[in-house]
């Protein structure tokens, strides 16, 4: 379930967190030792990222467009996830360049924390394989709706 601004302050979960994706910790999601394999975490991650990059306005379907590229990703694991476990992985730009913003990511269960991520996400040109300059409507609405830095 998707969660917005408003659901993610009433679940607890404090900070400017704009867009959050409620769901469980499913067999397929762990590894031999019985919890979450760590590898999941960036599949979470990508999950959200996609669902708040679209409604933020991006648009997949045309690759004549610039598109949002992963250029780095980071996780920090603080506690192990088990089976059926309730999670609530949440989003939120926190930096804007030129060609690139900056993405966080936390996994929360039981309002703990239990990992943290962030990814730099260049605008590329894939037909010609180079960054370009964020558009600027993207830009305004990072630094309005998710009190990105600038």
């Known amino acids: 379930m998707i969660w917005d601004r408003n659901k993610i302050v009433k679940s607890g979960i404090k900070g400017d967190w704009v867009m959050g994706l409620h769901d469980f910790v499913r067999y397929s999601d762990l590894d031999t030792y019985d919890h979450v394999n760590n ?11 996609i669902i708040y990059l679209t ?8 690759k004549k467009n610039p598109m949002p590229v992963v250029r780095a990703a980071s996780i920090e694991y603080n506690s192990a996830m088990f089976l059926n476990e309730e999670y609530t992985t ?12 900056d993405l966080d990511y936390e996994v929360h ?3 703990k924390v239990r990992a943290k991520g ?3 996400i260049v605008m590329a040109d894939l037909i010609a394989g180079k960054p370009v300059p ?6 305004e609405l990072f630094i309005r709706r998710d009190a990105a830095l600038y």
């Not at 590898?39 to 990222?49: A, D, P, Q």
């Not at 949440?90 to 913003?101: A, E, M, P, Q």
């Not at 964020?134 to 830009?139: H, T």
């Open 90 to 101: 949440i989003i939120r730009c926190s930096k804007v360049g030129n060609t690139s913003f």
């Open 55 to 62: 409604k933020s306005g991006f648009d997949f379907t045309n």
């Open 118 to 120: 962030q990814s730099k």
């Open 109 to 111: 269960s039981g309002l």
């Open 134 to 139: 964020l558009n600027s409507k993207f830009r």
């Open 39 to 49: 590898k999941i975490y960036h599949t979470w991650f990508e999950n959200l990222r």
